[in-house]
């Protein structure tokens, strides 16, 4: 297991990529992604960002030591998000059937930039019982309720008919 100081972050931490997936999946079905395929690219496109976890242990054995860096910057998430746009992993549907490449775009800089607007909200740490990647089990559970419950509140309803 993977275990790091959260000193630097004045005792709060970040999202887990539970809460990114969800609430970029939620950015995406707002911004009109109907496709079951579409919106799962969208949750993996929300937890883009911290890719730099991965290729930090790859490149240096810590995870951290790059974290919230390159990745985690605006300009990351309009390239990024846009590139997974024009390139119709992450893409919405129009009336006409066809693609508003623009929107689609404009639709992954969103869903990737979700990661970025998370990252800064703070959510006390709660270092208890066994840790993984870096958070308690305790986070990973809060995390999953806090950002569950704020992407059932903004998931788009249709309107009941009875």
Not at 31 to 36: A, E, L, N, T, W
Not at 94 to 118: C, F, K, N, P, Q
Not at 132 to 137: E, P, V, W
Request: net charge neutral; hydrophobic share 50%; charged share 15%.
């Amino acid at each position: 297991m993977l275990i790091r100081d959260i000193g630097a972050s004045g005792g709060h931490r970040v999202a887990s990529p539970i809460g990114h997936g969800l609430i970029g999946m939620t950015v995406a079905r707002r911004m009109g992604v109907r496709s079951p395929l579409a919106l799962a690219a969208a949750a993996v496109a929300g937890s883009l960002p911290d890719v730099d976890i991965i290729i930090g242990k790859l490149l240096h054995d810590d995870p951290w030591k790059i974290h919230r860096q390159g990745t985690h910057t605006m300009n990351f998430a309009l390239a990024a998000g846009a590139l997974s746009g024009l390139a119709g992993i992450v893409r919405s549907e129009s009336i006409e059937g066809e693609r508003d490449l623009l929107m689609d775009a404009t639709l992954g800089a969103a869903v990737v930039g979700s990661h970025v607007v998370l990252d800064k909200v703070p959510i006390p740490e709660v270092p208890v019982g066994p840790t993984f990647i870096g958070m308690s089990l305790a986070n990973w559970l809060i995390d999953a309720a806090i950002w569950g419950v704020a992407a059932y509140a903004l998931w788009p309803r249709q309107p009941r008919t009875d």
